[in-house]
């Protein structure tokens, strides 16, 4: 584990070419120092994913798999960083919790499916990870955290068992990645934005984030990263609330909330 201590400020500093030559930004992101390459970035996730579904069980229901798939999709087709594929896929765990890997492989938790009411409650944490995925956060944190020498190593496959250990010690810090509020709140404003492009109603992200505050002071312990690790959900409210009463009249109202209730008797 000890190879897995962040040593990132050292390796940036002696990289310095590299932030001129491999910044690749989505624009969402510019002015953030993320030296990892979109495919690098991709190829991660791959890899980073086959960890992830040996680590957790994944509920392999066709018909919520591709009703969660289905709305990711649509969302994915109208965001700001369509330069790669997008992969969906549902972890049975009892938990209010979802989570984006780099590259675009976004997980959701069977008891976060459970705990919505409807199609745009899904959009609305979809939209969210898409909004981490989009703006690079992952790569970002993960560069923070590591350095870039070993993250490329990861992806060149120089040590397979490193994987296990990365993916291990991620999630038992409380939390995937521990993102910063600033990419919490930035997350949100993008998700807003995605699900009223892909004609669902805002206010699904407000009435999800509603839930999490409920949950949080009753059961804290089913919450990992949508809490843990997040700016107070009240602060998130408050703001999603604003993004929705500036962009009102625009919004459409899509909600399907008979389709999520057929989708949710699959759910174990
Ligand atoms: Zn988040």
């Known amino acids: ?7 990132g400020a050292i390796l940036v500093l ?8 491999g910044c690749a930004t989505t624009g969402i992101n510019s002015g953030q120092i993320n030296i ?12 980073f994913s086959l960890e992830v579904e040996k680590q957790f069980e994944i509920y392999e229901n066709q018909e919520v798999t591709e009703y969660v798939a289905g709305v990711g999709r649509d969302l994915a087709a109208v965001c ?3 330069d790669i594929d997008y992969h969906f896929a549902v972890i049975k765990k009892d938990e209010l919790n979802a989570f984006a890997l ?14 919505l009411d409807d199609e745009a409650q899904l959009a609305g944490v979809l939209a969210h990870e898409i909004g981490h995925v989009t703006a690079r956060h992952a790569t970002e ?7 870039y020498q070993i993250l490329v190593g990861l992806v060149l496959g120089e040590d397979p068992n490193v994987w296990a250990q990365l993916v291990s010690n991620i999630f038992s810090t409380g939390g995937f990645l521990a993102y910063s509020r600033r990419n919490e709140y930035e997350a949100d404003r993008l998700g807003t934005v995605y699900v009223s492009r892909a004609g669902y109603d805002q206010r699904g992200i407000m009435e999800l984030l509603e839930k999490f505050q ?8 089913k919450l990992e990263e ?5 700016p107070p959900t009240a602060d998130r409210i408050t703001r999603v609330r604003s993004l929705i009463a500036v962009s009102a009249g625009q919004s459409s109202q899509k909600r399907n909330a008979d389709q999520y209730a057929r989708m949710k008797r699959n759910l174990p």
Not at 1 to 7: A, I, K, T
């Open 36 to 47: 990892i390459s979109s495919e690098e970035e991709v190829n991660m996730g791959k890899d």
């Open 141 to 147: 944190r993960l560069t923070a955290m590591y350095g």
């Open 14 to 21: 002696s990289l310095l070419p590299w932030l001129v030559a």
């Open 102 to 115: 780099p590259g675009g492989y976004i997980y959701i938790y069977t008891g976060l499916l459970k705990a």
């Open 80 to 82: 700001d960083r369509r």
């Open 1 to 7: 584990m000890n190879r897995l201590l962040p040593r």
């Open 226 to 230: 949508w809490l843990s690790t997040h």
């Open 214 to 221: 409920v949950a949080g002071e009753r059961e804290p312990s």
